[in-house]
């Protein structure tokens, strides 16, 4: 039997590794997601299972994994799993984080600067209708220099989103559960708030909280009615963080200016109202879409698989 099952595949150096092992593996090589029925099959019989973001792993999954000791998250989060029922059945968790924080913060850095000046708009005139020439009036945008960001989730990638936001002369204001430390701060020269003065000031607000019961909807009605009318909204997170529904609206209304996702509530599905507005800019879920973070992930779930097959302890258990 396959000690190791692998839901989806991953890049090579993580597939040399477990080659290298001589450890009996297999992976799911099927289009799309895999299925539940295959899963549990799969399950049944591994000691460890190695899950992209997009594997549901619940009660269902791991009741059919008697010999289960390891589920090795491919992703920083690992809402996917049923972490505190494996907790229960004796089942460690594990995920990839740090390593993607430089690609995901480029990214929201690039959809931040993408969406102020328009650019994606711009690459679709030019694709269609063209333009006239230039004009002293024409396709204006905002520049960053001067402007408020108000980073909602000061972790490792909201911190790397400020210093390369800062680096364009942005104020940085933040809100989380944990205050940062004093030096951290001042080395980030970031500001504390409560999350409804972040909201108020902030000229553009990027999500990085883990998505919790606490932070499910986090951005509703409320959060909407404290944002400035030109205020951007930008999500490289989790989906349910931003209620989709009243996004929809706050955009119809006016009530803040555009938005840039590159999660959704109902992912993979993205509503058609959002695909129709030229204010908002949609990416398929690629914050950690790098080779280079892509293959430091893979790694460590090779080698967090490896590990506990050996009777050692992985790195970033969650649900220890």
Known sequence: MAQIYLSAKIPEKGIQLLKQSRLPFDLYDGAGVVDKDTLRQAASQAEVLITSLSTIVDASIIDHAPNLKLIANFGAGFNNIAVDYAKEKGIMVTNTPFVSTDATAELTA??????????????????????????????????????????????QIGQGVAQRLRAFGMKIVYSQRHRLASDVEQALKAEYLPIEKVLAQADVVSIHTPLTSGTYHLIDEVAFSHMKPSAFLINASRGPIVSEEVLIKALQQQKIAGAALDVYEFEPKVSDTLKDMSQVI??????????????????????????????QKPQYIVNA
């Open 110 to 155: 690039g959809l931040i600067i993408a969406l102020s000046r328009r650019i994606v708009e711009g690459d679709h005139l030019m694709r269609t209708t063209g333009f006239s020439g230039w004009a002293p009036l024409f396709f204006l945008g905002h520049e960053l220099k001067g402007k408020t960001l108000g980073i909602i989730g000061m972790g």
């Open 282 to 311: 949609l990416t398929p879920h690629i914050g950690n879409a790098t080779v280079e973070a892509r293959d430091a992930m893979a790694v460590i779930v090779a080698e967090n698989a490896l590990a506990v097959l050996k009777g």
